[in-house]
């Protein structure tokens, strides 16, 4: 993100530019993904497993290289590695973050 706009009193919009990212932000960023997703995907119950992919569905396409869900789903994906509710995340490039 380059920046955001604020309106002003007068109905006007400034453009308040914002830094880049450190690649500190871009790690916790990417471990607080980690820990959610492993979280929301660590909560699904019965009911909700037969309404949504389920953990098996979920894992086969990742072993696959295949996208899960939505509009390119069965598409090939990168592959990133694995992820753990306790994981770090490694700082791998400029602004570039692996978990």
């Known amino acids: 993100m380059d920046g955001l706009y ?17 690649d500190e932000d871009i790690a916790r960023l990417a471990r607080a993904v980690c820990r959610k997703v492993t979280r929301y995907l660590g909560q699904l119950t019965g009911e909700d497993k037969d309404q949504q992919l389920t953990l098996d569905q979920l894992a ?40």
């Open 6 to 22: 604020a309106e002003q009193p007068d109905g006007s919009m400034l453009f308040h530019p914002l830094s880049a990212p450190s």
């Open 60 to 99: 086969n396409a990742s072993v696959q290289g295949l996208v899960a869900t939505g509009p390119r789903r069965g598409c090939r994906m990168l592959r990133l590695g694995g992820i753990g509710e306790d994981a770090e995340a490694a700082i791998m490039g400029k602004r570039c973050a692996e978990v």
